[in-house]
């Protein structure tokens, strides 16, 4: 039965399911799916365009209409295999009351929670009225994604958003928030929770507004020593998996701690995830050895590599493939798509690893 | 015998070595030896009285009875088991010609390098000549220092120095450097080899001058693809110790290739190093079973957990002690000191570590 709160478009298992949840799965198609983490972006003069026409991009996010059509334009133009909903980690503190600015290469920027005390001031009971432009937008994308392509919907990890918002945008060291965790780990621990129970209501609104999976991203999980990482970064991934399992038990949910090193197996053993994306500094040989036997592996192209193009761009995509084409396995960047990306490299990539076989 | 040009002071081999020095050839002690990377530093009211002084950062490196004041002040008030030389990794792209200036809260500025044809106006043939007060900063602490206390050069490694010479300084993301690597990689390993070779001559003249061990700091490997990371990491710290060998082959390296996960064990296997600088991201366990069979480890105590002391300090040192302390091992921080570390927890750090038993 397919309804609009259903995690995926066909019935479980079936092969009406888009490829990508069929390998988040377990299964091993005659090719990997792929997409590319922000494929929806500045690269595309497309993308400038309704960025302009939004004012500024935060506008841009709480715009169904406007989100939606530059979510569908690298789906349009690349053929990808999966959408990936338009929208931003930032924008839980958003909802919770510390406004967020976009600064055009300045990155984002908001008031700094002064201390675990200011926590107290946040404001979880808006959430859903805040962000219901977001699940208006993965409805609109329900409806107008082609039925073979899966429509992705994510959130920040609770450690990765907490440092954003301790340290008020992005911080080259994450010192203010590294302290926190070693001599406030408890007051941490009150953001972390409620970033864990935020991000749960946030993903089952987009799951039950028509998302087929969902990614968590963990960009600054690999900032955690080694003596934090199971508390700040493990523990709240898998409480977010389990809050999403219990509603929705099939759902796939790709977990993504970036340069997390060795320390991707634990990620991988202790959260659940049905698939880990890997970034560009992990070894290939290592990931399909220790990594894919327990789960489906998403990445790890490195963007520059795809700035490059050319020769290089292809003897790296081959490589990836080979090594991890024959088990379950997403291809993707192994972290964001850069600004300065030609788009016909993206075109070139893409029909590289559709007509690869297994 | 003992000669001025001899690796160690002692015999090789001996009890007359000092306890860095026999840990770093494989022994382990009744108790690691301690030092702490940065321990020359802003933390220190009589470094900031040197460092005023002195007038400017650079100044400091270069006047050789300032420099071997500030190196000798952690020894006199901490009694560390090992004196870190006192200069930076950017004195070879200074000696290079590629003038570098250290502003207070801002870091390094040096002129970026446009592209790989810049490397050949870089002057090699002025290192020692500019590096003289270096040596001569050496030669004063190695009749300063107490037997027992090993002297530590250092150099940084050939794709972290490339970093800051093409950026022109620190970098949030390394964009440009890591743009080299795919689009140029033949013009980023002249630069490298440069570096390997003035590393090389710059670490050998330490050696000559009286260090007793050199570390080999790659504070930014861990940005580096897998696909780079063979050539621009490991083979340059393979040269270097090859280099180094050729000259003193009982001489100890210890490469500290930060944040590096998995690959810490690529590291050590491929170049040869004696010892391995771990982060503080560095699982123990898995430090303990994979690296320690294989080498010397050093660390990786939070430097922000040293900064709040303490309980937390006091149980984190206990688990680093009880889990690393039974095999070859050197205790150290996971990276740098940092200013706002109050001394008193340093002088609590350095007694725990040395009452402890193994």
């Given amino acids: 039965m397919q309804t609009e709160s259903s995690p995926s478009r066909g019935s479980a298992g079936t092969k009406s399911e888009p490829l990508l949840i069929r390998v988040l799965k377990g299964e091993t198609g005659p090719r990997p799916p792929v997409w590319l983490m922000r494929q929806a972006g500045r690269y595309l003069p497309e993308y400038r365009q309704v960025r ?7 506008r841009l996010c709480y715009t169904p209409e406007l ?28 909802a919770l009351g510390q406004t967020v600015e976009v600064r055009e290469g300045q990155g984002p920027v908001l008031p700094p929670l002064a201390d675990a005390g200011a926590v107290a001031g946040l404001r979880p009971d808006r959430l859903h009225e805040h962000l219901a432009p977001v699940y ?30 301790i340290e008020g945008g992005t911080s080259a060291d994450h010192a203010t928030a590294l302290r926190w965790a070693v001599e406030d780990p408890d007051g941490l621990q009150r953001l972390i929770d409620l970033l864990v129970a935020s991000s749960i209501e946030y993903l089952l609104a987009q799951v039950r507004a028509g998302a087929d999976a969902v990614q968590i991203f963990d960009t600054w999980a690999g900032r955690l020593p080694a003596s934090a990482f199971a508390r700040f970064c493990l523990a709240p991934a898998a409480a977010i998996v389990a809050g999403l399992r219990a509603e929705y038990p099939d759902l796939p949910v790709i977990g993504f701690p970036r340069g997390v090193g060795e320390r991707y197996r634990d ?43 050319g020769d290089g ?15 379950p396995f997403v291809f993707n960047l192994g972290h964001g798509i850069v600004p300065q990306t030609p788009p016909d490299h993206v075109g070139e990539l893409v029909r590289l690893v559709q007509g690869w076989r297994a």
Same sequence: chains 1, 2.
């Fill in 267 to 309: 990620y991988v053993v202790e959260t659940g995830v049905a698939g880990i994306s890997i970034d560009p500094t992990v070894d290939l040989d290592w990931a399909r050895d220790g990594l894919q036997p327990l789960v489906a592996v998403q990445g790890n192209l490195d963007p520059q590599v795809l700035v490059a193009g």
């Fill in 52 to 58: 302009a026409r939004a004012g500024s991009f935060m």
């Fill in 136 to 165: 208006e937008t993965v409805r609109i994308l329900r409806r107008e994604l082609p039925a073979e392509v899966a429509l992705i919907g994510f959130a920040g990890a609770p450690w990765t958003v907490a440092t954003y918002m």
């Fill in 67 to 94: 989100a939606a059509e530059v979510t569908l334009q690298p789906i349009r133009r690349f053929g990808f295999d999966a959408a990936i909903l338009f929208a931003d980690i930032l924008l839980i503190p958003d």
């Fill in 313 to 327: 761009m292809r003897a790296a995509t081959c490589r990836i493939l080979d090594t991890l084409g024959h088990g």
